[in-house]
């Protein structure tokens, strides 16, 4: 199953509020997927892999990249990558 919108936004969220927390020294990949993986109550639809500057966020399905988050100074900053995975509503 793919991830939805809700899933990347509380990915990065919880990502990068909890970085933000607790200001690590080293990169640790398996503690970034920790924090996602336990942000999607415990499901795996969201991989994290590290990039020269921080990470990406990747559809477990598919490998499509979700998300970025970098450090910037002292400061951990995320940003979504692509368009929304649901189609916008449009009215009638």
Known sequence: MSATDVEVSRALNALVTTLNDQRPVEPDEARWQAIVTGALGGGRTIVVRRERD?????????????????????????????????GGYIPR
Do not use: N
Request: cysteine-free.
């Open 54 to 86: 921080g990470g990406a966020l990747h559809d477990a399905q598919d490998g499509r990249v979700l998300g970025r988050f970098r450090r910037e100074g002292d400061r951990w900053l995320s940003e979504r990558a692509g368009a929304p995975l649901s």
